[in-house]
């Protein structure tokens, strides 16, 4: 019998059944080469890695009936297969529904160059596996690993994307989301707490009338179900005095970072710009709050990100810029510049100016108002973070409220039925674990 070759491919920091059984079966089908994910085709994967590239490759070079280890630097195993031409791709069937299937057409396809063959090995439903998996997610959420991932996702990345989360449900919507448009899986990176919205899920209007106790709790609402890095709306930040506390609770809770606007007085939202009275901070005092912000931080990891209104208040660019310069001076780890004009070209010019001075800081931006900007767009003028602040809300408000209405109007529930979820989706949608 001819020699055959088996390709193998895991993403995990920790082996266990599920996976040994893969290994196992590939050794009876002939010599196996084991691919590792890098870190950024992990991410891409939701599974953040515990374990460093090298340290997950000696974990498998170790394993029995393992020959070799290979880099795989994409979830795609076209070009692993291409190079490799291994007789046969092994994986567990989970892969034959949901996203993974596209991964596992990838393979087919480039299987199907020489006639290789795909083996969908049955999946490990056993105890152990499950309980490992779940140890490494509850591991991933921890306040140590978590804290960390917005830096590293910037780093890995160069441009990260979150979405606006205010409750546990939310928090599951952007930590589970993923699609496939034909070439890639895609999900949100982070998450955004927006005041907004946050505010608005308890009937209250964005003054910064939700206190900071209530704020932490939905913070911790959304830990206990996610693993992804979180982005706090911090509003003015209040009180330098208080702000020094807040840095350190949420620095406690696994935030990863801190946006704070330079405004005083009364906050409103700046989507209301100047229909409405708002007094932007002096540079002074601001970069004042910064630095004691920055003081009083206890890890290296957490993020305060100087949030700039001068566009919303149209004291124009010239005191943006400015103002940027400044906040990143007294140490802000980021500059976030928000507009409510339709149109981006205020944005884009701001991070182009900035770029000339500044190639490093992160910038972070909400198009919620220029929403006709792509991410790519962005990316290419610098822009690091992009939050969609508010899309969660102002899409499941209406719907709600069509469905209060319909429910009054015809004095039953009947006619809105074809539109909600099945009770037995939502009566599984939350996994027991
Ligand atoms: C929020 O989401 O609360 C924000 C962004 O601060 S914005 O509403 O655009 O001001
Ligand atoms: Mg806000």
Redesign the pocket.
């Known amino acids: 019998m001819p020699h055959k070759t088996v390709y193998a491919c895991f993403c995990t920091d920790v082996l266990h059944e599920g996976h040994m059984n893969i290994i196992n079966k590939a050794r009876e089908l002939g010599d196996v080469t084991v691919g590792v994910l890098t870190d950024e085709a992990m991410v891409q994967m939701d599974r953040f890695p515990v374990l460093g590239l090298e340290d997950r490759m000696a974990m498998m070079a170790e394993v029995d009936g393992v020959s070799r280890v290979v880099v795989q630097d994409s979830i795609f195993y076209d070009r692993n297969i291409a190079e490799l031409r291994p007789d046969y791709v092994i994986h567990g069937d989970n892969w034959l529904q949901g996203p993974l299937r596209a991964i596992r057409d990838n393979a087919e396809e480039a299987l199907a160059a020489y006639s290789g063959q795909i083996i969908d090995a049955p999946y490990t439903h056993s105890e152990e596996a499950q309980h490992v998996d779940r140890r490494m997610r509850e591991q991933l959420s921890m306040p140590e690993h978590r804290r960390h991932l917005l830096r590293k996702l910037i780093e890995l990345r160069g441009t990260v994307k979150a979405i606006?989360v205010h409750s546990g449900l939310t928090g599951l919507i952007a930590e589970k989301t993923v699609v496939f448009d034909g070439e890639k899986l895609d999900q949100f990176d982070a998450m955004?707490i927006?005041?907004?919205?946050?505010s608005t899920a308890k009937g209250k209007p964005?003054i910064e009338l939700v206190d900071m106790t209530s704020r932490f709790r939905t913070i911790s609402d959304v830990t206990e179900v996610t693993t992804k890095p979180i982005i706090f709306?911090g509003?003015t930040g209040g009180k330098t005095e208080h702000f020094v506390y807040t840095v350190r609770s949420l620095e406690r809770l696994g935030v990863s970072a801190v946006i704070i606007?330079d405004k005083v007085g009364l906050k409103k939202?700046?989507?209301f710009g100047t229909e409405v009275a708002q007094m932007q901070d002096s540079i002074e005092g601001f970069c004042a709050k910064i630095a004691a912000g920055k003081k009083s931080q206890v890890t290296d990891d957490f993020m305060i990100i100087a949030r700039i209104e001068s566009l919303i208040l149209e004291q124009g660019m010239e005191d943006a810029l400015e103002r940027a310069a400044a906040y990143v001076g007294a140490g802000a780890d980021g500059i976030m510049i928000?507009s409510?004009k339709k149109d981006p070209a205020e944005i884009l010019e701001f991070c182009d100016r900035f770029r000339e001075a500044d190639q490093s800081t992160p910038i972070v931006v909400?198009p919620?108002s220029f929403n006709s900007v792509t991410e790519d767009e962005l990316a290419e003028h610098g822009v690091n973070v992009v939050?969609y602040?508010?899309q969660l809300t102002r899409s499941a408000f209406p719907a709600m409220e069509q469905t209060a209405k319909d429910i009054l109007t015809h004095h039953r529930a009947k006619e809105v039925d074809d539109r909600l979820m099945p009770i037995k989706d939502i009566i599984t949608l939350i996994d027991e674990i």
């Open positions: 606006e955004w927006s005041s907004l919205c946050d964005d709306d509003d606007e939202n700046s989507l928000h409510r909400v919620s939050i602040a508010n």
